[in-house]
Each structure stands twice: as C-alpha cells, then as structure tokens.
C-alpha cells in the first residue's frame, strides 16, 4: 500500500483528520504517528486515476491550526 506523508503536525492540536474526497479518518493528537486511510477505486478520477488527500489539525473548539494538501496521488 503506497504511504503518503502529509506535513500537519501542529502544536496545540487536540485531533487531525485525513480526507480522500470519499472517506475520512479523525484521530486524536496523541495517538497520532501513521494514520491509515484506505483509498478505493472509485476515489479517483483522470488518466491516470489520481485522487486528492487533505491533512487536517485542529484545536479543542475545533479550530483549524494547519492543514496540508496533495491534490493528485496517484492510485497504485
């Protein structure tokens, strides 16, 4: 499964999430090191089939502290 490393890593952040356009996955700070994402066929669109992956910290009221983008990955 291809690994994608997104630069989000903010200081006061109480979860991160990772979107793919289909699904996403919240977890909170402490627990973060690798989170696992699962992208499907159907995620992705163009030739080649390439989907977008959206990094997402946020604070306790739920306040953006960072984000990171990777618009096209391709699919493997």
């Known amino acids: ?7 989000v890593a903010a200081a006061g ?6 979107q793919n356009g289909c699904d996403d996955v919240e977890q909170p700070a402490g627990d973060c090191g690798v ?18 992956v959206y990094a997402l910290a946020v604070d ?4 953006p502290l960072a ?3 990777a618009a096209e990955v391709p699919v493997f």
């Open 1 to 7: 499964m291809p690994r994608l490393t997104l630069p």
């Open 13 to 18: 952040a109480s979860s991160y999430t990772v």
């Open 35 to 52: 989170i696992e994402l699962i992208v499907g066929t159907g995620c992705a669109s163009g030739t080649p089939p390439t989907f977008p």
């Open 60 to 63: 306790e009221l739920e306040e």
């Open 67 to 69: 984000w990171s983008l």
